[in-house]
């Protein structure tokens, strides 16, 4: 036990039984704009992300699938333990924010904070996928998921 809360000071002791039977844990990530303005749905801030997420790869961070709609966007992680999933995430929306300011986009761009969630070995990654693949559809943006062109794999996440 003292080994978790050194790795993730702070922590509810509940979570650390869960952190120490992850090696790296996934995390499924979702970053909403401020005040949902629709500022994503651009080829910039895609290949931003997608940037950003291939210089992470080397790294250890590995971003697997990914949707981006116009007001907020859902990934899965991979990080290490050493890794704070909050500063990735922090680095990645100043990537992006960079790319907006590039567009001439006014900020802020936003919404404080972000919500994650530990995938459990109980779960299905596929079937969570299948989910958050189905938003551009179900938000009236594609007809069919493929034709949604803000979405791909970085890295193909083995669960």
């Known amino acids: 036990m003292e080994e978790a809360r050194s ?7 509940r979570l650390e039984q869960i952190f120490q039977s992850y090696d790296s844990p996934l995390y499924f990530i979702t970053i909403n704009t401020r005040l949902r303005r629709r500022l994503l749905d651009r080829k910039e801030v895609h290949s931003s992300f997608c940037l950003y997420a291939q210089k992470n790869a080397g790294a250890g961070r590995t971003v697997g699938r990914y949707v981006i709609m116009p007001d907020h966007m859902h990934f ?8 704070r999933l909050s500063v990735f995430v922090q ?11 590039q567009e001439c986009v006014e900020s802020p761009y936003w919404q404080v904070g972000f ?45």
Do not use: C
């Open 7 to 13: 790795i993730y000071p702070g922590k509810p002791k």
């Open 91 to 101: 680095l990645l929306k100043q990537s992006i924010s960079k790319t907006l300011q």
């Open 115 to 159: 919500f994650d969630h530990v995938m459990r070995h109980s779960e299905s990654y596929s079937e969570k996928w299948s989910y958050v693949r189905d938003n551009p559809v179900r938000a009236g943006l594609a007809s069919a998921p493929e034709e949604w062109p803000y979405q791909g794999e970085i890295v193909r996440i083995q669960f």
């Open 76 to 83: 899965f992680v991979r990080i290490g333990r050493e890794d």
